[in-house]
């Protein structure tokens, strides 16, 4: 199953979750019905003929919608602040964010397998939170890449080698991928609105509340029983919640299996982990209170079930390992010690990484990479690696604190010419916040190789979502001045600015695409500005835009024509992706195909073009692994 299918999957089983939702719905609406029936049967005298009272249809229509209110409410509440993004439920977790490693081995070993991992999808870094339970444990929460996180326990960091990490990783990073952790954050969403029935009865029942005088007894008993009953229904709903969860969840475990064993080619990885969790005393069993909610999102069962065979969100550690490796003897691991290694065990190869450059990229290798997106494999990981041990070091601890993350940002925009450059750096010295701009001068003595400008930008997204609303704000505002200092906007700049700009809009504003256009035909206007744009790109290129315009064309199937230069701009190339990001996900590979068959027409590609296409690809939502020069 590639990329686009499992977003569609996932999409599709947003859909059957809403219908599990609202069978859920009625099933409490009945049933809370019932026991106010019931209440009203046993506190109203009957009548001359020993009848119950009459509950009405309007009785029965006031309480159903109250029912419903409640739910909806408290569901819309709670989806609206997940949409903030995955440090919301890192951070109901109670998790320690890791900003660096410290000295602790285990820690640096970690942010290197999710830098690595990060840099070989193609998106951005996720900041990395330490839950402390002894446990072993992970998860992926967010709605989009651009706000993912990465959760694990410490006894995941203590028990696990550098191997297994990865495979927990790999498979976390599937569910970043394959749109499974948006579906996670909607399942916890909408579940909390059955859970608040329960609430509400328990807050009834909460002592103090009511009176026990002799005059209101029958009152009081009738409050308790209202409470007791609501908290009983909210446990048949919480109860269907947890089938909700197991119906949604169980297959996509597997899937994220697979793509780590197919991510790292290292099947022990993660099939050690498994086994490693069934040998350990501590096994995977969090005791946090909000884990039950989180259930369905956790590497491996966070939770114990009374029914756990029907309730279970992870299917069992044996069939899971048995898919892994087939012919398993069935032990598990019950020790291992975890022992510092060298720099180059830490980084995950041997030394003497090639330095990539600045030349000509094959059309081939870019197609491939096309094939790969949203679905990574070993040699993009191997790349990856190559590519942290090329950028300095001086720029790697810049990209991880919040000041010099931004100095790097402003690094990348400064322009060539001297007169420009000190109009940029007059304006940082006046208008940036304290402290960024003394980091950009020492910076500037770190040029950034032209190959390395999205990595670098990959790994400065963690620093970068630790700012204040304030703080992006400016930091937004004076990216848009470094790049007009010129009075013009240049591909490379403009590749710079889209990315930053989306993915912290989906931290700090909520902003997310949803799928919107079923058909290419329903967009033809956009993508004929896209194209063109991709075809007038290359301004040494050997075959004229039209040429290259047709071979996008054909490779879309749609009946689009080629834009003047004139007729093209920046603000309408912003309004076109921005647009094109709500396709269905089953119409995105087709328009990206077209895009690189555009660039590749004259069967090179330069690096201008290789950060263009990368950066339409990661606002289409498709993140592109790095591409081989």
């Not at 840099?119 to 402390?132: D, F, K, N, Q, R």
């Not at 959760?151 to 990490?165: E, H, K, M, P, V």
């Not at 290292?266 to 099939?271: L, T």
């Not at 058909?519 to 063109?532: E, F, I, N, T």
Request: charged share 20%.
């Amino acid at each position: 199953m590639d990329f686009f299918e499992s977003q569609d999957i996932a999409r599709r089983n947003t859909r059957f979750l809403l219908f599990l939702f609202v069978l859920a719905v009625i099933s409490l609406v009945l049933l809370t019905n019932g026991l106010l029936y019931l209440l009203l049967y046993f506190q109203t005298p009957t009548n001359m003929l020993g009848l119950p009272p009459s509950y009405t249809w309007e009785m029965f229509a006031v309480v159903s919608a109250g029912v419903v209110t409640i739910i909806g409410i408290a569901s819309l509440i709670r989806l609206h602040i997940l949409k903030k993004g995955g440090a919301v439920i890192a951070e109901m977790m109670d998790g320690e964010l890791i900003t660096e490693h410290g000295g602790d081995y285990q820690k640096r070993v970690l942010l290197n397998v999710v830098q690595e991992m990060a840099i070989a999808s193609g998106t951005p870094v996720p900041p990395v939170y330490l839950i402390h339970e002894n446990a072993i444990n992970a998860f992926a929460a967010g709605y989009s890449p651009g706000d993912a996180v990465i959760g694990i326990t410490r006894g995941a960091l203590d028990s696990l080698n550098r191997d297994q990490l990865q495979g927990v990783i790999a498979h976390e990073f599937s569910h970043i991928l394959n749109g499974d952790m948006r579906l996670n954050s909607r399942l916890m969403g909408v579940l909390f609105g059955i859970l608040m029935l329960y609430l509400i009865g328990r807050t009834i029942l909460s002592p103090g509340r009511g009176s026990s005088g002799s005059g209101r007894g029958n009152s009081h008993a009738a409050i308790s029983a209202l409470g007791a009953g609501l908290m009983i229904i909210g446990s048949v709903g919480q109860f269907f919640g947890n089938l909700i969860k197991a119906a949604v969840s169980r297959q996509r475990e597997f899937l994220a299996d697979a793509s780590a064993v197919q991510f790292t080619r290292n099947p022990d990885g993660i099939a050690g982990a498994l086994k490693r969790i069934g040998g350990y005393s501590g096994g995977s069993v969090l005791e946090h209170p909000e884990s039950e909610e989180l259930s369905h999102a956790f590497f491996s069962e966070g939770v114990s079930f009374t029914f756990s065979n029907i309730m279970a969100t992870h299917p069992p550690l044996q069939e899971r390992i048995k898919r892994i490796e087939p012919y398993w003897d069935g032990a598990f691991i019950e020790h291992q010690e975890i022992a510092s290694e060298s720099e180059s065990a830490v980084m995950g190869f041997a030394a003497g990484a090639a330095s990539s450059t600045g030349e000509a990229i094959d059309a081939e290798a870019v197609e491939t990479a096309v094939d790969h997106v949203g679905n990574p494999q070993a040699t993009e990981l191997d790349r990856a690696r190559q590519i942290l041990a090329a950028i300095p070091d001086a720029i790697t601890e810049a990209a991880g604190e919040p000041y010099s993350a931004r100095a790097l940002v402003y690094l990348l925009l400064l322009d060539n010419k001297a007169e420009v450059r000190d109009t940029q750096l007059k304006h940082l010295r006046e208008a940036a916040d304290l402290g960024v701009y003394d980091a950009l001068q020492k910076l500037m003595a770190h040029p950034i190789q032209p190959a390395h400008r999205i990595p670098v930008l990959e790994l400065a997204y963690p620093a970068l979502r630790q700012l204040s609303y304030e703080q992006y704000r400016l930091f937004m505002t004076n990216v848009d001045t470094l790049i007009r200092a010129d009075n013009k906007v240049g591909l490379s700049e403009w590749a710079v600015q889209k990315m930053v700009s989306k993915h912290l809009a989906e931290v700090f504003e909520g902003q997310h695409a949803e799928p919107t256009y079923s058909k290419l035909s329903m967009v033809r206007p956009h993508c004929a500005v896209l194209l063109s744009i991709l075809s007038h790109a290359d301004r040494k290129a050997s075959i004229p835009a039209d040429e290259a315009f047709k071979a996008g064309q054909a490779a879309l199937e749609e009946n689009v024509e080629l834009l003047e230069k004139s007729e093209l701009s920046f603000k309408k190339l912003n309004e076109a992706l921005d647009t094109l990001a709500n396709l269905h996900p089953l119409r995105k590979p087709k328009l990206i195909k077209a895009c690189v068959k555009t660039i590749t027409a004259d069967g090179k590609v330069t690096q201008v073009e290789a950060e263009l296409i990368r950066t339409i690809a990661d606002t289409l939502d498709c993140p592109m692994p790095p591409l081989a020069a």
